[in-house]
T-cell receptor, first 113, second 110 residues
Framework: GENVEQHPSTLSVQEGDSAVIKCTYSDSASNYFPWYKQELGKGPQLIIDIRSNVGEKKDQRIAVTLNKTAKHFSLHITETQPEDSAVYFC????????????FGTGTSLTVIP | NAGVTQTPKFQVLKTGQSMTLQCAQDMNHNSMYWYRQDPGMGLRLIYYSASEGTTDKGEVPNGYNVSRLNKREFSLRLESAAPSQTSVYFCASEVAYEQYFGPGTRLTVT
């Protein structure tokens, strides 16, 4: 099955700086790559996603890039704010895997005011 | 529009006891999922249901059973709880690959 690896496991940045989280995947058939934000005591919330026919997608301060050849994708958060502090998860899925989603192990982001 | 709801929020069981975790969604989604979340391991899929009347095993199905009661409800049952099933359980529904998660059930098995 698919194997998704996520780095780093923890990340601290100063408010206003950028944060980058990276994920790699193993199954070349994967074609959907979502990112989730999980705040303490809550369920994961979808914040941005990218499909394999697109190389980059941006939504205000958040962007995701995808390199299909290298099988990796990254989350970029610019102008970080304290409310960006949370655990972020990447995932991969495809119809090939029968609707199954495979998650990375998470990155705990702390934005220092 | 409540989204995905889960009950209970917290539960403590003794080894060997049984219980059912309830999940409901009001978004008319066909697909629903059960995950468990353990420290340092991300979310792992237990079971999923692509539509009413169908269920399939995920990555870690042993020790669990599920029922897709109707389009809205998808329950997870532990027949004989074990300490290894101590975890946070999340239900999700999905449309066009976009998953929406419930708030979770924190289960402790002693």
């Amino acid at each position: 099955g698919e194997n998704v690896e996520q780095h780093p496991s923890t990340l601290s940045v100063q408010e206003g700086d950028s944060a980058v989280i990276k994920c790699t995947y193993s199954d070349s058939a994967s074609n959907y790559f979502p990112w989730y934000k999980q705040e303490l005591g809550k369920g994961p919330q979808l914040i941005i996603d990218i499909r394999s026919n697109v190389g980059e997608k941006k939504d205000q301060r958040i962007a995701v890039t995808l390199n299909k050849t290298a099988k990796h994708f990254s989350l970029h958060i610019t102008e970080t704010q304290p409310e960006d502090s949370a655990v972020y998860f990447c995932a991969a899925s495809s119809a090939h895997t029968g609707n199954q989603f495979y998650f990375g192990t998470g990155t705990s982001l702390t934005v220092i005011p | 529009n409540a989204g995905v709801t889960q009950t209970p929020k917290f539960q403590v069981l003794k080894t060997g006891q049984s219980m059912t975790l309830q999940c409901a969604q009001d978004m008319n989604h066909n697909s629903m999922y059960w995950y468990r979340q353990d420290p340092g391991m991300g979310l792992r899929l237990i079971y999923y249901s692509a539509s009413e009347g169908t269920t399939d095993k995920g990555e870690v199905p042993n020790g669990y059973n599920v029922s897709r009661l109707n389009k809205r409800e998808f329950s997870l049952r532990l027949e004989s709880a074990a300490p290894s099933q101590t975890s946070v359980y999340f239900c999700a529904s999905e449309v066009a690959y976009e998953q929406y998660f419930g708030p979770g059930t924190r289960l402790t098995v002693t």
